[in-house]
């Protein structure tokens, strides 16, 4: 499967965003799909990942109750809906797919073996 991150921008704090996660091919559905952003200087982190039907999500710590994962199979696209953006959440964001991956391992980013090419989120204090 093929990923294309979109949505990014410059936004001010306590703004809002809509990253979308726009997938190929026919079985999206099998997929779990995540999201990770990588900072400067830091490593890459998770953010949330909803399972393959959207019955299941998860999020980080430090985005819950800030950001909504949701997806639309007949689109083939993941959505992160962002509000009360804090400078923190400053990086580029990722999205990645796999067909296999187990609940216990969502957070994982090795865990993932499909990749887009990230969207850059910038947020001004």
């Known amino acids: 499967v093929q990923l294309q991150a979109s949505g990014g921008g410059l936004v001010q704090a306590g703004g809002s965003l809509r990253l979308s996660c726009a997938a190929s091919g026919r079985t999206f559905s099998s997929y779990v799909v995540g999201w990770f952003r990588q900072a400067p200087g830091k490593e890459r982190e998770f953010v949330a990942a909803?399972?393959?039907?959207?019955?299941?999500?998860s999020y980080s710590d430090s985005v819950r109750g800030r950001f909504t994962i949701s997806r639309d199979n007949a689109k083939n696209t993941v959505y992160l809906e962002m509000s009360t953006l804090k400078p923190e959440d400053t990086a580029v964001y990722y999205c990645?797919?796999?067909?296999?991956?187990?609940?216990?391992?969502?957070?994982?980013?090795?865990?993932?073996?499909?990749w887009g090419q990230g969207t850059l989120v910038t947020v001004s204090s």
């Open positions: 909803i399972g393959r039907r959207g019955s299941g999500t």
């Open positions: 990645a797919a796999d067909v296999s991956i187990i609940l216990s391992s969502w957070a994982r980013a090795d865990q993932y073996d499909w």
